[in-house]
């Protein structure tokens, strides 16, 4: 059982957000050691027209306790990503 369905699909959302500013866009620098980018003012996250148009997020029911949907990872959609080639020439 979910108890917020609408915040477990945000929270997928965001993830794949992230995996395509990941791919697409993301580059840590460092400078003498020292990482440049310290929030998102210097990091450059994926803008409104680069993010997915759709994003299917499906809750399978089940008899378990309530819980939360765990730590999202933009991993499966940053190797989507790079299989059917969506950045361009990257």
């Known amino acids: 059982m979910i108890a917020n369905p609408e915040a477990v699909r945000a929270q997928f959302e965001g993830a794949a957000v992230f995996g395509i500013s990941i791919v697409c866009t993301g580059e840590i620098t460092a400078t003498k050691g020292v990482i440049r980018q310290s ?8 803008r409104t027209k680069e993010a997915p148009y759709q994003t299917n ?3 399978v029911d089940s008899d378990a306790p309530p819980a ?3 730590r ?7 190797s ?3 299989q059917r080639n969506l950045c361009g020439d990257k």
Do not use: K, M, Q, W
């Open 80 to 82: 989507g990503i790079l």
């Open 68 to 70: 939360g949907a765990g």
């Open 57 to 59: 997020v499906y809750i």
């Open 72 to 78: 999202t990872r933009g991993s499966t959609v940053r």
């Open 39 to 46: 929030n998102f003012g210097d990091y450059r996250v994926a």
